[in-house]
């Protein structure tokens, strides 16, 4: 249950979760607190006075006897059980002089209902069961097992196509089934390709067995893969799991992934890697729920191009090479079973088709998802993770390209960059006074590193404050011990050593600023080249929809300050979290939506960026905070003021 | 080439095929020659004449040098290389009375031209191939490999829908190949089920290979295993070869195998036998002509009900048990590969659909190449193994039945019986006078025993001359030496023990002529079963159809002559050969006359005997030489006046 907090001396009111920490409602409300360690109450900074309401909390010794009474808490330690008023306490700054505290930025835009995106979607899933009470066979009815079974189907639904069946352990198993079952069976039928197409027999189960009929929607990304087991019957969520690619092991990006492909055993090692995660998670999921792997009946899956070739075991060698071609691009409905996967000898797994080489199925699935193609208005989709795939478009219309935007936001090429795992530097604030940070943490632990969303938290602080230019370049003329030069060049030191869960500073330099600026121009001037390409410019949009785990997570706000997004109303922006697997829930329930992919595909145009000459221009452009040209961001000159 | 051999005293004028014996000829021709020990010249005795011609033969001692200036020449071991006039000497009784040469038999109703019955064939065959000279990638069409490869299809087939492709390999390994091939490849597709149906790539090759296309038609019987490599551009035969099929370790009818499937691991080890029977065809085949196994596009088999669910795998339990229920009548095109067979992993093997647990793929092939299912003629179509099968009909309408027949004419159940195979008595006559037989077996060599054909004209011989009565009882009052009883009960020696191979006297008795006599009786019931159930007589047939290998050795008089066959105009009767895979052939060929299968399978009706009073009435009265109702055999009289 959500309560309301609110924050003394500036009157500011947010919503708290019932998990979060006072200190990260406070940050992410742009109430600044001092914070260096992170969380687990070491720094002893965070104290904050609970005027109003009740906390759950750690008890401390770094708090007296006497601060505790007055309801002096740690705000890193602290939940809320009931609406709270909290008072900030004023700090005491080196020289004496009381710094208060004032809000910065506003919570990101709470993310509206995805309804209005993604639309309804029935329960018709692609496979379904029916009942067959058969008669037994006698000397005047003595047709095969199976022309039995076909006979029952067609009785069941006589307007449809005798189903089609080749699944050898069906036909092993089904004398001896029909026996066993006394000649009552549920058969579980997948639909075709097409309306009219034939179903296939998935399989034959003894008994009624109706009410039990499941599916697994899937997003296989690069690092990440993240299931949900459905209730076909109910189109109900009843478990989600993920877990890291296994592949990870092998390099953390597409291309190490491709360039250990072509080593020997390496396209072999890399499809198990890939088939032991979908395992892992199915298993997770079954367990979480009591059934088996085996009473899955499909599953749908969508992930970037490379990841599609490894699973199927196919080379993504000239993926990588000019220019750049995938082996396929639509993926045959393949059995599970046989790529290695927990699943029915029959059943069927789906990968969602890709575009190109570098936009692939989670791309198709995050736009099918939120029916970019159903609408006139026009959308930018943007999924930020290791590359950065942006798709413009509407009803009429859509394209597609992939920036190669680097791995900056996953922590890739920042010195102490990190993914967003426990310890992360997630938010931070930075005192415009003092300069000292507020440090919000995953998992309320001592900071280990930066992950993407604190890494923009910090960069956007950093130019508010005006630690550093819109270069990027740290201010000579700031003596502050956190600014200091290194054997790395020019830096500023987030959390000392004393506060660090690894006992060494951590620190933002100058080359991780450079290449966050790389990151955000890559995909700035991909928006632009987009856009020019059907001559239209940002006001052109009606919908920008930040998709993915990152995109989630993002302060809008900041992303906007440092020219991550464009600069436009708040309103049109969308924040849809994981839209691949969404797709794949929507596909894996609804078989009417599920055959809307195709026009998603066809619609769909790819725009290959590496040689294109506007793309590097606009990238020249964008190498800046937030960019070159203000004109394209009105709201900076207010946020500054 | 052919010759013409006028055989003198008598004027009986018969061709001779170059391989065939002299003697072989004479014994087909019906004209008697003394000669037990089968060939070889062992006995000496076949000592012919030989007055105008030349002959190839081997020198004997049998013979003395006045008498080879004369002419004569041992039968058994001189084949014509010119048009030959031959004199059968007179012999010699043991009196001293000359005993003189008479025909008997005609020579069997030559073989009809097949191509009245099966009708022509074109050559377009369910597998093609197309080239393509596909443009190379660029950045500004960098399209999927696969998606190169489909539009590369669509123009050459523009009229065509997309075709399908499911085969891992394929997928894996088409990136490599395009290149390697520099873009110019030959793929290989199936037809889909129905006309409008998209085809399946099977295979893609480098280069042009347009000019190769080979398709195996196959016979999978329970006893022998028959290939025959067919040219797909052509349509021409390229090899033949066939082998045992070495199930037969685990029995030697369809009921011992059933029987042994059951025990653990029975089921896998049949699968794997017949698997092998079919690798060593497809390897011999290969070799004749130089090709590999990976190059045959197309598998087209037939066997009966219980081969086709060993070759899949699917236990044939309940075909045993009554009600007789197959596990499966319509087998889905499979994965040759999946199976063990040694093909490409795309190929597909077909087989032929069963009526019933005992009428299978092979009937149905043998009718649909024999076009029973094209023409108003009423058709009685009989396949003779260890089973007999049988349908009647026409184009409106088809039934079939099963009859128990027995092993007999397969050697089953007799004491000397054997396969039609090196050392088996053929063919023979026994002298009318002197009742001595003269005795030819497969290959020339001393007899080992007696299969099917040697069976019926012994019996039809022993009837002949009285030495059994109508109810196959031999007659008390011939005092002949090579009638005895003995510890089996009465019996009578066809080949005396230092004639034969083995050492012992190889005899008849009258427990084997008993099993003949039900063999014979329970297919001719099933004819009349058949036929009755219609409304129809033996007078309402058009055509006796005589398939399997045994139908094309009878000897059509003395089939009838012991009622195995209804007594009819003998221009009625065709002799079809192997018909399953002749049907497997054409349908290799013709695509179009593929398709025409499912109107023979869903014309078809079957008819259970086993439990029918009718059959057991009819067959109570076939158990009689040739019946108890002899207006059934108007040529029964004539043929022994």
């Known amino acids: 249950m959500q309560h309301t907090l609110l924050f003394l001396p500036d009157n500011i009111s947010v919503s708290i979760e019932p998990e979060e920490s006072i200190l990260a409602a406070a940050a992410a409300a742009g109430v600044y607190i001092p914070a260096s360690c992170g969380g687990e109450a070491v720094c002893g900074k965070c104290r904050v006075q609970v005027e109003k309401g009740e906390v759950q909390t750690t008890i401390t010794a770094n708090i007296s006897q006497e601060d505790w009474l007055k309801g002096i808490r740690l705000a890193c330690t602290s939940k809320a059980v009931s609406d709270l008023v909290i008072r900030i306490p004023e700090s005491v700054m080196a020289d004496g002089r009381a710094l208060k505290c004032r809000p910065k930025s506003t919570r990101p835009i709470s993310a509206k209902s995805i309804a209005t995106l993604v639309g309804t979607w029935e329960t018709a899933p692609p496979v379904r069961k029916i009942l067959l009470d058969l008669p037994p066979p006698d000397l005047n009815d003595n047709i095969s097992d199976m022309q039995r079974l076909l006979r029952g189907i067609k009785r069941a639904l006589p307007d449809r196509p005798e189903p089609q069946y080749d699944h050898p352990e069906l036909l092993r198993d089904l004398p001896f089934l029909l026996r066993e079952a006394n000649w009552q069976v549920t058969v579980i039928l997948l639909h075709g390709k097409r309306l009219g197409d034939p179903e296939t027999i998935i399989a034959v189960e003894a008994g009624d067995t109706t009410d039990r009929l499941y599916g697994l929607a899937c997003d296989i990304g690069t690092t990440t893969v993240c299931g949900a087991l459905i209730d076909l019957n109910s189109g109900k969520i009843l478990a989600e799991a993920s877990a890291y690619n296994a592949q990870i092991e092998y390099g953390t990006d597409i291309i190490s992934r491709i360039i250990y492909s072509l080593k ?275 006001s052109d949009l009606d919908r920008v929809i930040l998709a993915g785990n990152f995109g989630a997570h993002i302060d809008l706000e900041r992303a906007i300050s440092i020219g991550l997004l464009p600069d436009l109303d708040r309103d049109r922006f969308f924040y849809l979290g994981n839209a691949s697997l969404l797709g794949c829930r929507i596909s894996l329930t609804d078989q009417r939506r599920f055959s809307e992919r195709t026009e998603v595909r066809e619609l769909m145009t790819n725009m290959e960026l590496s040689d294109n000459p506007d793309f590097m221009n606009y990238y020249i452009a964008a190498l800046f905070l937030p960019h070159t040209d203000m004109a394209l961001f009105p709201s900076a000159g207010k946020s500054k003021s």
């Open 264 to 538: 020997e055993g390496g396209l072999k090692a890399l499809q198990a890697k890939v088939v032991d995660t979908l395992n892992t998670v199915i298993q997770d999921l079954c367990r979480m729920v009591t059934i088996s792997p085996s009473d899955i009946s499909y599953i749908m899956t969508a992930g970037n191009t490379v990841m599609a070739h490894l699973l199927l075991g196919i080379s993504p060698k000239f993926i990588r090479e000019s220019p750049y071609v995938p082996g396929l691009s639509l993926f045959p409905l393949t059995k599970a079973a046989a790529l290695g996967i927990m699943a029915h000898p029959s059943v069927r797994i789906y990968l969602y088709p890709c575009v190109s080489s570098y936009v692939g199925g989670d791309i198709i699935a995050g736009v099918h998802a939120c029916q970019i193609h159903k609408s006139r208005d026009i959308s930018l989709f943007i999924d930020i993770g290791t590359n950065g795939e942006i798709v413009v478009g509407n009803s009429e219309w859509l394209i597609c390209a992939a920036c190669s935007a680097g791995p900056a936001f996953e922590g890739g090429g920042i010195r102490f960059g990190m993914r967003a795992s426990p310890g992360a530097i997630e938010n931070c604030h930075i005192h415009p006074e003092n300069l000292e940070p507020m440090i919000v943490t995953i998992g309320n632990t001592p900071p280990r590193g930066i992950c993407g969303s604190g890494l923009i938290a910090a960069v956007s602080e950093l130019l508010a404050t005006g630690i550093i230019d819109q270069r990027g370049k740290f201010s000579r003329e700031l003596a502050h011990p956190r600014i200091r030069r290194s054997g790395d060049g020019w830096e500023f030191v987030l959390v000392w050593s004393h506060d660090s869960l690894t006992g060494e500073d951590i620190s933002l330099t100058e080359i991780d600023l450079d290449n966050l600026i790389r990151a955000k121009g890559a995909l700035f001037a991909g928006y632009q080249t987009l856009l020019a390409s059907v001559g239209l410019t940002f």
